[in-house]
C-alpha cells in the first residue's frame, strides 16, 4: 500500500521560509517521479511542482518559479519542497503526490500538511 506522509508545514511570515517534506513507502521510490499540489481555502488543487526519477528534470508553476526548489533523495525515500519569499497568496494544504506530472493532479497523494502565511 502505498503511503505518502508529508509535514514540515506551518506558520511563517510574509517573505519567510519553509521545507516541506514527504516521507514515502509501499512502492520504489527510486522509479517514481513525483508531484506537489496545493489547495488554497476555498479553491481547487492546484499543481505546484514536478521532479523526475534522478531529481534532473523539473518543472514548477508560474506561480512558484523561482521561489520554490523541488529536490528528493532516493535514498531516503523522501521528497522536498523549498518555499522562500513566501506571500499570503501561498497559504494552503500542501500535498505531495506520487508521479511525474505537469499542470496535472495525479490521484494518489498524501494527507497534506498546512502551511499559513500571515503577518
Known amino acids: 500500500e502505498v503511503h505518502l506522509v508529508e509535514s514540515g508545514g506551518g506558520l511563517a511570515k510574509p517573505g519567510g521560509s519553509l521545507t516541506l517534506s514527504c516521507v514515502t513507502s509501499g512502492f520504489v521510490f527510486g522509479d517514481s517521479g513525483m508531484t506537489w499540489v496545493r489547495q488554497a481555502p476555498g479553491k481547487g488543487l492546484e499543481w505546484v511542482a514536478t521532479i523526475s526519477v534522478e531529481g534532473g528534470g523539473t518543472a514548477y508553476s508560474d506561480s512558484v518559479k523561482g521561489r520554490f526548489t523541488v529536490s528528493r533523495d532516493n535514498a531516503k525515500n523522501t521528497l522536498y519542497l523549498q518555499l522562500n519569499s513566501l506571500t499570503t497568496e501561498d497559504t494552503g494544504m500542501y500535498y505531495c503526490?506520487?508521479?511525474?506530472?505537469?499542470?496535472?493532479?495525479?490521484?494518489?497523494r498524501g494527507q497534506g500538511t498546512q502551511v499559513t502565511v500571515s503577518s
Open positions: 503526490a506520487k508521479g511525474f506530472a505537469i499542470r496535472t493532479i495525479p490521484a494518489t
